[in-house]
């Protein structure tokens, strides 16, 4: 076998090991690198414009998960009487999406984040505002607060993948919940971990340890043709 096909064999292995995990091993840790990891495979993901326009918050105090516990009902093991993913996971993130006031075209923060973090001179700057610009206002239509915010969630969904896909290949499992109240997350981000609502929203959660046992029967998918068109 090549490398390359032992590379092949090792994403396909863990694609099909990877499973939304509902309850994890709670006496079982993640090893601080191996979360790190984790991490950086967001922090090294695509996004549209390169903008990143997401933050993410990582929950390990016990006392900070059980804010979220009564309407958080994809996480809270009210499907299968435990304490869900919220009481048992090594690691507990929620992905916060940037809204209007930091993504519309020309924002300050913006401005700043092209300068700062991009590090381009001035006149790609400009270039980068008049395309964006044209992005949101033309070709996409992206232009109230709400679709704004709901197009940063499209790109922390990429980062979310790819640390899915990358705890996979250590052997790590994951789950991506998307079962909360909108509003109550909200509330309870500003109220105990001072997260500026008109900054950020919620826009996913997950998950992530090892899981107690596991699912009771392999993966349904489509066939490739199912999926797939050539042309």
């Not at 079982?28 to 326009?53: C, D």
């Not at 270039?127 to 790109?155: L, M, P, S």
């Not at 900054?199 to 797939?228: E, I, N, S």
């Amino acid at each position: 076998m090549t490398n390359i096909e032992s590379l092949q064999q090792q994403i396909l292995d863990a694609s099909n090991m990877r499973h939304a995990t509902k309850v994890f091993d709670d006496s079982k840790v993640i090893a601080e690198a191996q979360f790190t990891t984790i991490l950086e495979a967001a922090r090294l993901s695509p996004s549209s414009f390169g903008f990143e326009p997401y933050q993410l918050l990582v929950v390990q105090s016990p006392q900070k998960r059980e804010l979220f516990r009564d309407f958080t009902w994809g996480a809270n093991g009210a499907f299968n009487d435990t304490s869900g993913q919220l009481g048992t996971a090594s690691h507990f993130v929620i992905f916060l999406a940037h809204t209007q006031v930091n993504m519309q075209h020309n924002s300050d923060y913006l401005q700043t984040f092209l300068k700062d973090v991009k590090q381009l001179p001035d006149d790609v700057i400009a270039f980068f505002n008049q395309a964006y610009q044209k992005f949101q206002e033309h070709d996409f239509k992206v232009t109230t607060d709400r679709q704004i915010t709901d197009w940063c969630g499209k790109q922390a969904y990429i980062a979310l993948a790819n640390m899915m896909t990358t705890a996979a290949l250590m052997g790590i499992d994951s789950c991506p919940i998307e079962g909360f109240e909108q509003d109550k997350t909200i509330a309870v981000l500003e109220e105990h971990f001072a997260i500026d609502p008109a900054l950020y929203k919620p826009a996913v959660m997950a998950a992530f340890g090892y899981r107690v046992q596991d699912p009771p029967r392999g993966k349904t998918r489509r066939t490739m043709a199912q999926l797939v068109s050539w042309y």
